[in-house]
């Protein structure tokens, strides 16, 4: 078992007897020439975390709590009395990711997984239990940046039909009805946001305007512009382009059509 102090600048972790010392901090050679271990316990500086899995204690089994710094795992078992206060403390340490984690707490009894090489990505436990990032979430914790390039890349969106309901609320929200002849939106900012938890593509990336989604840009491109896009990401920010968006009454459903500006991938 452990015991965990966290201050301003780092996260000390301590063994409570030689089994969690081994698991914590290894033994022989792989504890001697640990960079972070002093005595029982392990000094992370908040600034080395890389990532942060937290596993809940259950009635049959303890929970753990593992950080990774330096390109090395640090394992914390607790029992099931000490669940809520690991648990806090995970949700804490994901917050010190330097690139900043996209949105989304565990629900109790989630498993929470975050990462500094990427998004925080919850496990199939926690998506169960409905924790999963939103991009309505990203977009309110990260800040929407114009890069300063060029909008050299003519982009026509994918999967409108999908998101009525936003074009809906979009119009209602800029005061323009949605007409049966067509109407129009022009020079509208548009954000690209990343999805890395999205099941179905990793890759993904989707396009929202005014806080609504109104759909993805082409997998083939998503795949291209996701690994520029996640960098941003972790340095807090999104990308912006122009719009322009289509939508039409078709005896009250509506037909839509987006079509987006950006910089080229390789340039951001």
């Known amino acids: 078992m452990c015991s965990v102090e966290v201050g301003n600048e780092s996260v000390i972790i301590t063994a ?5 010392r081994g698991a914590l901090i290894g033994i ?4 001697a020439g640990n960079p972070y271990a002093v005595g029982d316990s392990v000094v992370i ?10 596993f ?11 950080v990774a710094a330096g390109g090395r795992e640090f394992v914390a078992h607790f029992r099931r009395k000490d669940r809520q206060a690991f648990e806090e403390l995970a949700r804490f340490l994901t917050t010190q990711l330097r690139p900043g984690r996209l949105p989304a707490g565990p629900a109790p009894g989630a498993q929470l997984h975050a990462s500094a090489s990427g998004a925080a990505v919850p496990t199939t436990e926690s998506k169960a239990a409905g924790a999963e990032p939103t991009v309505e979430g990203v977009l ?15 982009i026509e969106v994918n999967g409108e039909t999908h998101h009525s309901k936003s074009f809906r609320k979009l119009f209602r929200a800029m005061g323009m009805p949605i007409t049966s002849a067509g109407t129009t939106l022009q020079d509208q900012r548009c954000v690209l946001v990343p999805e890395p938890w999205n099941e179905h593509d990793p890759n993904a990336v989707a396009v929202a305007i005014e806080g609504f989604v ?8 998503a795949a291209t512009y996701s690994p520029h896009l996640l960098a941003r990401a972790r340095d807090r920010k999104l990308i912006a382009g122009a719009a322009r968006v289509w939508v039409k009454d078709e005896g009250g459903m509506v037909r839509a059509r987006v079509t987006i ?4 991938a390789d340039l951001l």
């Open 214 to 221: 109104v759909g993805y840009v082409p997998a083939n491109l």
């Open 140 to 154: 309110q914790q990260l800040t929407v940046i114009d890069a300063g390039l060029p909008l050299d890349e003519q």
């Open 45 to 54: 500086p908040l600034s080395h975390l890389e990532r942060v899995d937290f």
């Open 16 to 20: 409570k007897n030689p089994m969690a």
């Open 28 to 31: 022989g050679p792989v504890a």
């Open 56 to 66: 809940p204690a259950s009635m049959l089994a303890n929970g753990r709590l593992t």
């Open 261 to 264: 500006l950006v910089p080229e």
